[in-house]
C-alpha cells in the first residue's frame, strides 16, 4: 500500500514518537513486529597515522615556503635588479639591465675611447684598452648585477638574497689585463724612446783640434712604466702616465776629452820634415792630422798613430823616393836581348823601419820643426853584359794590348811618358813588381802633362792623365803570363777605350782592366817564372795601340779565362751633376763626364800546370752608375 511517509521508521525513531506521546498509524504493527531485529555488529577501530608522517608534512611545508619565496623573486623582480644591489657605493636595485648598460656606457665612455695618456719629454701616446691589453666589460658587468640571488644552486641564491636583505651587495666593476701585452706595447715604443749614451770624441781633420761632448743616453724601464699603466687603468678614467726611463752615463765624458783636446793640440803645433839625401819632403800639420787615431782605451781617451794609414802614406812615400830599378834597361830582339841603357845607382826606401821612425816622431811634440832623416838603401846594378846569357830571357811570355784611338794630345803625351817608364825594365825571379814605383813622380821632368784623370766621383784635370792606360796593359800582360796579381783596382765607372783587345786571345770585352793613383792605388804582381822578366814596350802610332810584352822562360801553364760574366745592370742617372768651378768663368757650362751605366762583371782566369792542377781566379770588376757631369764657372 502507499506510504507517503518519506522516511523509514527506524526503531529508535519510532520508539522516541511513542514516548513523548504520539500516536502511532492506524494498522501499522509496532517496530519489533514488523521488523525483526537484526544482530548489532562490532564496532571497529579506525587506525591513527604514524607521528612521523605528520613531521615529514610539516618540514615539507617549512621548506617549501622559503623555496618558493626564493624562487618568487623571479616573478616579483622579473627585469630588474634586486634590492641591496649597489655598484661602487651607489645604489642600482630596480633598474632594467638594458637601462644599467646605457648608464654604465656614459659614464665610461672616456675612459673606453682613450684609457690613458703616456708622455715622455715632448712626445704622446695614446693607446687603446686592446693594444695595451686590457678588457672591460660593461655588458658582462651589468649581467653580473642583474643575476645577484636569481643565479646558481639553492644555497647560492639563499646566501645572495641574505646578503642583499641584511648587508647588500656592492659591486666593483672588474678590468682584465695581460701585462705580457702591456710589456710588447712598451717595447714597440723602445726604439723612439731610447738612445745610446754618446760619448766623447774628439776630430782632427785639417789639424783642426775639434771636441765633440759626451750624451748621456736613456733607457726605457718597462717593468715600471708597465706597472703604472696598471694603476691608471684600475681607476677607470683617463690617466696620464709618464714613461720611466733611467740615464746611461757615457764611457767617455767631457773630462777625458779636455785631456785628449791638450793633447792633440801639442802634437800638431809643428810639421815634420822627412829628408832623403839632399831632397826634404815636408808634413805640415793638416797632413800629421791624417795618422793620428783618437780612441778609448780604459776609460779614457787617447791619441795614437794609425799604423795603416802611416803605412800607406809610407807605400806612397817609396812610390816618390825609390828609383825603380836600377838595373839597366834591356832590349830584346832576332832571339835575343841586349843592353840598351846602362843601369844606375838607386835608392829604395826602408818602409818598415821608416814606419816605426814616423810613427815615434809623430808622438813626440814640439814647438819648432821636426826632423827625420828617412831610412834609404842605396841599390846597385846587378846586370852586366857578361851576365844578359844567365838571365833565362829567350822568349815571349806574355802580352798585353789596348787601344787609345781617339785620345786627346795630352793623353797621348802621359801614354807615351808612361810606357817609356816600363820600356826595358827586368824584374829579378821572385821579385814583387810595383807600377807606382817603376813610375816614379808625376811630373814634367819625367815628360808628363796635366791631363783629366778619375779623381774620387769625378775626372778633373791631374798631372799624367791617362797613365792609366799603360797600366791596364801591363796588368794584361801579367794576367796572361799567370803572374800571381797581388794588388789590382777596376775603374770606378765603364770606359770605353778598354773594351778593345780587352780579353786578349778572346777578343774584346769589359772587365780586365787596372786603375793607378799615385801613393794610393797601385798595380802589384809576382815574377814567379824562376827567371828574370823584361817588360818592352812599343807603340804603334798609327793604329793606336799599345803593347806590353814580358820576355823571359815560359812557364810551362796555360792561360784561359771564364766569362765575363755581367750582373746587376743598373742604369745611368737621368739628373746631371753640376759642380761649382771658380776657375771657369760665371755662366760657363762644361762637360767632364758622360752618363754610363753600372754592371758587376766577373771574369775568372783558369791556370792549369804541367800536372794538370787547376786554379780559378777571380777578377771582379764592378762600375758605378755614372751621370752627366757638368763643371759650372763662379769665377
Known amino acids: 500500500m502507499p506510504n507517503d511517509r518519506y522516511y523509514p521508521e527506524y526503531g529508535p525513531i519510532y520508539r522516541r514518537r511513542a514516548a513523548q506521546g504520539e500516536r502511532l498509524p492506524a494498522g501499522e504493527p509496532p517496530p519489533a513486529e514488523r521488523r525483526r531485529p537484526r544482530p548489532r555488529r562490532p564496532l571497529r577501530h579506525r587506525r591513527r597515522a604514524p607521528i612521523w608522517v605528520g613531521l615529514v608534512v610539516v ?17 616579483v623582480y622579473p627585469n ?4 641591496g644591489v ?13 637601462d644599467l648598460i646605457i648608464k654604465l656606457r656614459e659614464r665610461y665612455q672616456s675612459f673606453e675611447q682613450q684609457p690613458v695618456t703616456l708622455t715622455f719629454r715632448n712626445r704622446v701616446w695614446q693607446p687603446t684598452l686592446s693594444e695595451l691589453g686590457a678588457s672591460f666589460n660593461i655588458e658582462q658587468l651589468a649581467n653580473s648585477a642583474f643575476a645577484l640571488g636569481r643565479s646558481g644552486d639553492l644555497l647560492t641564491r639563499a646566501h645572495d638574497l641574505w646578503l642583499l636583505w641584511q648587508t647588500g651587495v656592492d659591486l666593483t666593476p672588474r678590468l682584465t689585463v695581460d701585462l705580457s701585452q702591456t710589456q710588447r706595447y712598451l717595447l714597440g715604443l723602445a726604439p723612439q724612446i731610447e738612445q745610446m749614451p754618446t760619448d766623447a770624441a774628439l776630430s782632427l781633420a785639417d789639424a783642426r783640434v775639434i771636441g765633440q761632448p759626451s750624451q748621456p743616453g736613456t733607457q726605457l724601464l718597462i717593468d715600471a712604466t708597465a706597472n703604472d699603466v696598471l694603476l691608471a687603468l684600475q681607476q677607470l678614467q683617463p690617466q696620464t702616465v709618464p714613461v720611466r726611463t733611467r740615464q746611461l752615463a757615457p764611457l767617455i765624458d767631457d773630462t777625458d776629452l779636455v785631456v785628449a783636446q791638450q793633447v792633440a793640440a801639442h802634437l800638431l803645433r809643428s810639421p815634420l820634415e822627412l829628408v832623403v839625401g839632399e831632397e826634404t819632403i815636408i808634413w805640415p800639420p793638416e797632413r800629421l792630422a791624417e795618422f793620428f787615431q783618437v780612441v778609448p782605451v780604459d776609460g779614457q781617451l787617447t791619441v795614437q798613430v794609425d799604423t795603416d794609414r802611416l803605412s800607406r802614406a809610407v807605400e806612397g812615400l817609396a812610390q816618390i823616393i825609390d828609383t825603380g830599378t836600377a838595373e839597366p834597361r834591356l832590349r830584346f830582339s832576332d832571339g835575343r836581348v841586349r843592353i840598351v841603357a846602362d843601369g844606375r845607382p838607386g835608392r829604395r826606401l826602408r818602409q818598415t823601419e821608416a814606419i816605426t821612425a814616423i810613427a815615434n816622431a809623430l808622438m813626440q811634440a814640439s814647438p819648432i820643426t821636426r826632423a827625420l832623416v828617412l831610412p834609404v838603401d842605396r841599390v846597385e846594378p846587378q846586370i852586366t853584359a857578361e851576365t844578359l846569357d844567365s838571365l833565362g830571357i829567350v822568349e815571349l811570355v806574355a802580352e798585353g794590348r789596348s787601344s787609345f784611338a781617339g785620345s786627346a794630345p795630352y793623353r797621348i803625351t802621359n801614354i807615351r811618358a808612361g810606357a817609356a817608364r816600363m820600356n826595358g825594365v827586368l824584374i829579378a825571379p821572385g821579385e814583387e813588381f810595383s807600377f807606382n814605383r817603376q813610375l816614379g813622380e808625376v811630373n814634367a821632368e819625367h815628360g808628363f802633362v796635366e791631363g783629366y784623370a778619375i779623381i774620387g766621383n769625378r775626372t778633373q784635370l791631374e798631372w799624367g792623365g791617362g797613365v792609366c792606360q799603360v797600366s791596364t796593359t801591363v796588368f794584361r800582360a801579367a794576367f796572361w803570363a799567370g803572374l800571381p796579381i797581388t794588388e789590382r783596382h777596376a775603374h770606378s765607372f765603364y770606359i770605353s777605350w778598354y773594351d778593345r783587345f780587352g780579353l786578349g786571345p778572346n ?49 810551362n801553364r796555360d792561360v784561359q779565362i771564364e766569362g765575363p760574366l755581367i750582373a746587376n745592370e743598373v742604369r745611368a742617372p737621368t739628373e746631371p751633376v753640376y759642380i761649382d768651378d771658380p776657375s771657369l768663368p760665371r755662366g760657363t757650362l762644361r762637360q767632364t763626364d758622360v752618363a754610363r751605366n753600372g754592371r758587376d762583371i766577373s ?27 757638368f763643371l759650372r764657372g763662379t769665377g
Open 59 to 75: 618540514v615539507f611545508l617549512l621548506l617549501a615556503l622559503p623555496v618558493g619565496a626564493i624562487y618568487a623573486v623571479d616573478f
Open 86 to 98: 649597489s655598484l661602487n657605493g651607489e645604489p642600482i636595485g630596480g633598474q632594467s639591465r638594458a
Open 80 to 83: 630588474t635588479i634586486l634590492p
Open 507 to 555: 777578343g774584346n770585352g769589359q772587365g780586365l782592366d787596372a786603375a793607378i793613383f799615385t801613393g794610393v792605388q797601385d798595380l802589384k804582381f809576382v815574377n814567379d817564372t824562376g827567371h828574370w822578366l823584361l817588360m818592352q814596350t812599343s807603340i804603334d802610332e798609327q793604329e793606336q795601340v799599345l803593347v806590353v810584352q814580358l820576355y823571359g822562360t815560359r812557364p
Open 603 to 629: 771574369i775568372y782566369r783558369i791556370i792549369t800546370d804541367s800536372n794538370g792542377q787547376q786554379r780559378r781566379e777571380l777578377f771582379f770588376t764592378r762600375f758605378r752608375p755614372w751621370p752627366n757631369i
